[in-house]
């Protein structure tokens, strides 16, 4: 099939049934030697799956035709995604053509073209890889943000009211005008319900909903003898949320949390009294839209947005992360690149690891789930000067809780809406529990309690990041803890001192090389299966703080290879010796036990002279080898 020369080549994926067979970095320029094959797409095309709905689907590509890809269940109809339209790889998704589709988009998504050794069916076949000739989505198949399924209603089902809600959502979203909202609904009538209306039924409804003043709030204003009024007028001119028990308004094109901002803000509309103030934010609990949802990309300085590791352009509405960070592909930073290559000896395994935690403080889902920390017990070794270009790149969305404070239900709030928590410098404690310190770090749900407030469940969302001389010591030595720690050595120390390195590794390039950095961290991240690389420097030295920090990972360290098949007295009479001899406090056999379970030695029961004893027998890699 010829593709326009344009467009460059199409990539393709080599398929196992229906999913690719290897990373997307692995792909052929031709399918042919391909059982089943997908061709990878981009940012700027979006396919539209018709799983259902194909005879709402065919009146919309008889309208405007593209390329058409046929499946088992019905087509795929291949269209440029449109600017500042937000739209990721969503299932089971409402349109306003009131109808539901699967999204598929962006350079991790692909098209199924081939399967059991034959190319499926296409019609407008020359469109195939001539994505610059791809018609624009249609605005029927834009998304919407309700639910409620148009298709096959009737008088009875709530049909008119369901019409009416969904096109002043329509209208709400998108601003289109009268005529676009009159074609929608004429459309959902004809096609889409199963009993339409009747046509003068049908117009009042639709000047129903063009009379309503979207965004606009007449015969309202602000007005200091009714708090009520005044509350619903600000929270349209502020465009006030509530989410996670916090207020957030927009100023200078973003949302912010701050309280005292907000008042500020309010004070320039309106003079009111301390009283009237605190009944003011009592009201906008109410009267803000409420967030629910808990999945946002991340909003950039110069108008686009991180959604999932891809950089898109596109206003995205509400979130509460937000970079004062520019986007620029092609940027680089020699104080940066110099910095971190200085930070790490110029160990390659070493500073792909630190830009893979770059990465991992911009995955807001299905993060590797790690927890961080800068260790070295030198001075001028780079801990700090770190710390201070994570802040300044992260700028308001950093948090600064300490590790003692994380069993705090009201202190570990504070993390709501964050991207990175850093703890700078940390005490050598012994943390007794830890519980919280996995759960945070999981980003499982987690019950918080906001002060004054009732308890909420939330999602941690916040790298752990954590900076100190010497590590501090987990009571809890199993492996969820292990699994989770990663060490980083600060054993560098600066010769020649710039005063200045602060100020040039916060500078706007330095900030936008290192989103970069970030960027390529992510992509390396998910290639990896959402695991973080593995580096021998970083390996060595969690296993080194392991064992300085448990001596039964201590006594497995030395005498690994002389416990498989010995009985599990012996080995725990030897572990006690040993602790005895380097002057260590043992823990009983129970736990002795448990630990070298952790680290792949089992028990279990043999016959030895008649009788029945029990033997260790190891059965997996030690897990105090991972990183």
């Not at 706007?508 to 299966?529: H, P, V, W």
Request: proline share 3%.
């Amino acid at each position: 099939m010829t593709v326009a020369a344009k467009t460059g080549f199409l990539k393709y994926i080599e398929l196992d049934g229906k999913e690719a067979k290897h990373s997307f970095d692995i792909f052929s320029t031709d399918h042919t030697n391909y059982k089943d094959a997908a061709i990878l797409l981009n940012n700027d095309i979006v396919v539209v799956d018709f799983d259902d709905f194909t005879d709402v689907g065919g009146y919309i590509y008889s309208k405007y035709p593209t390329l058409k890809v046929y499946t088992n269940r019905g087509f795929h109809l291949y269209y440029k995604k449109p600017k500042n339209v937000l739209i990721k790889n969503w299932t089971n998704k409402l349109v306003n053509a009131g109808i539901t589709v699967d999204y598929k988009t962006s350079n991790r998504a692909i098209g199924i073209i081939k399967q059991n050794g034959y190319m499926r069916e296409l019609d407008n076949g020359h469109l195939l890889g001539d994505w610059d000739n791809l018609p624009s989505l249609p605005f029927e198949l834009y998304p919407s943000k309700l639910s409620q399924l148009l298709y096959q209603m009737k008088d009875g089902d709530g049909r008119n009211s369901s019409l009416f809600t969904h096109l002043l959502t329509m209208r709400e979203m998108y601003k289109p005008d009268d005529k676009s909202v009159t074609y929608i609904a004429a459309f959902i009538n004809e096609y889409v319900f199963q009993e339409p209306m009747k046509e003068r039924e049908l117009q009042r409804l639709i000047e129903s909903v063009l009379s309503k003043n979207i965004g606009k709030n007449n015969n309202k204003y602000l007005n200091p003898k009714d708090m009520v009024m005044t509350s619903e007028v600000l929270v349209e001119k502020l465009d006030i949320k509530f989410y996670q028990h916090r207020l957030y308004f927009k100023q200078n094109a973003r949302y912010i949390s701050d309280d005292n901002l907000l008042l500020r803000a309010i004070d320039r509309l309106i003079q009111l009294k301390p009283s009237q103030h605190k009944e003011l934010l009592t009201l906008f609990e109410i009267k803000a839209e409420r967030i629910d949802y808990d999945d946002f990309p991340i909003q950039l300085r110069n108008g686009y947005i991180i959604d999932d590791g891809e950089v898109i352009q596109v206003d995205t509405g509400f979130t509460p992360f937000y970079l004062d960070v520019d986007y620029d592909p092609a940027v680089f930073n020699k104080e940066v690149d110099e910095f971190l290559n200085f930070l790490t000896c110029e160990r390659k395994d070493l500073r792909m690891v630190i830009e893979e935690m770059f990465g991992h403080m911009l995955m807001t889902r299905a993060f590797p789930h790690k927890v961080f920390f800068f260790q070295g017990s030198e001075g001028k070794n780079g801990k700090s000067t770190i710390v201070k270009m994570i802040k300044n790149f992260i700028s308001e969305s950093a948090n600064f809780l300490p590790l003692d404070k994380f069993d705090d239900d009201t202190s570990v709030y504070s993390l709501v809406g964050k991207l990175v928590n850093i703890g700078d410098d940390i005490d050598a404690s012994y943390l007794d529990k830890s519980s919280n310190f996995k759960t945070l770090a999981s980003g499982d749900p987690i019950m918080v309690r906001p002060i004054y407030k009732s308890a909420v469940e939330v999602n941690n969302k916040a790298t752990l990041i954590f900076t100190c001389n010497d590590m501090p010591i987990f009571k809890d030595k199993s492996g969820g803890i292990m699994r989770r720690v990663i060490v980083i050595p600060c054993d560098n120390v600066v010769t020649n001192i710039d005063n200045e390195i602060d100020d040039k590794l916060s500078s706007d390039t330095a900030k936008s090389y290192l989103l970069n950095l970030a960027l390529t961290g992510i992509e390396r991240i998910k290639a990896n299966g959402t695991d973080i690389s593995e580096s021998i420097t970083i390996k060595n030295k969690t296993k080194q703080y392991f064992i300085e920090s448990d001596n039964v990972a201590a006594f497995i360290d030395e005498y690994s290879e002389s416990i498989s098949g010995k009985r599990t007295t012996g080995i725990y009479a030897k572990y006690v010796a040993y602790c005895t001899e380097n002057g260590l406090k043992e823990v009983g056999s129970r736990e002795f036990g448990r630990r070298l379970s952790n680290a792949g030695f089992r028990s279990k029961p043999v016959k030895k002279d008649g009788k029945t004893v029990r033997i260790y027998d190891l059965v997996t890699n030690s897990t105090t080898n991972q990183a």
